[in-house]
């Protein structure tokens, strides 16, 4: 299948917007790491799993969570630092864009359905374990297979663009102030 063209809506149509808070836990450490696009994965809660499965765009805002940090172990063994968003400050702390995936990663070839967000926004310090809440505004596009790793990365790219011009609309951008 290839990328079908994204229609961004003149409203905010139902069952948009989905508002939910989830804490960021580690995922493959894929998304940085191998794709230079990192992703903060968030639980599948039931109203995600009512969306089809595929890339959506919405807002964001991280929340830091009072709690001791810790080392945690990803699936491979390798450590991940949990400070639970205490090093966000400042502008950090505001509302941004997001472009976000969830399903099944074909190009991965994931086992475990995901929800990852990918903020919109350069920070100094990772914050696994702090709270993201979000609204999905609206859908992009299906997940998609690829046979290469750069073509993945140019449609990500082309998302975080779309992300940018739909957010932009009057009826999103007031809904920002919302969150
Ligand atoms: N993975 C896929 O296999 N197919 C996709 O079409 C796809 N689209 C994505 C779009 C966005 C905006 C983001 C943030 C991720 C997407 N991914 C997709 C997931 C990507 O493979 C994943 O973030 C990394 O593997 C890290 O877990
Ligand atoms: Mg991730």
């Not at 941004?96 to 926004?121: C, L, R």
Request: proline content about 6%; hydrophobic content about 35%; some cysteine.
């Amino acid at each position: 299948m290839s990328r079908p063209d994204t229609v961004i809506p003149d409203d905010i149509l139902a069952p948009f917007p989905i508002v939910q808070t989830g804490t960021i836990a580690s995922g493959f450490g894929r998304g940085s790491a191998e794709l230079g696009i990192p992703t903060a994965n968030v639980p599948v809660t039931p109203e995600l799993n009512q969306l089809d499965t595929g890339i959506y765009y919405g807002w964001c805002r991280l929340l830091p969570r009072n709690e001791i940090c810790a080392d945690k172990q990803r699936a491979d063994g390798q450590k991940v630092h949990f400070n639970h968003g205490a090093k966000l400050a400042g502008d950090e702390l505001t509302v941004f864009p997001m472009a976000m995936s969830i399903g099944w990663n074909p190009f991965y070839d994931n086992t475990q359905k995901t929800a990852e967000v990918h903020i919109i926004h350069e920070f100094g310090d990772n914050f696994y374990g702090a709270d993201l809440r979000y609204a999905v505004m609206g859908h992009i596009r299906p997940e998609l297979n690829y046979t290469t790793k750069e073509a993945l990365i140019a449609d990500i790219n082309l998302d975080i663009e779309i992300t940018k011009q739909a957010l932009a609309k009057k009826h999103y951008k007031e809904f920002k102030e919302q969150l």
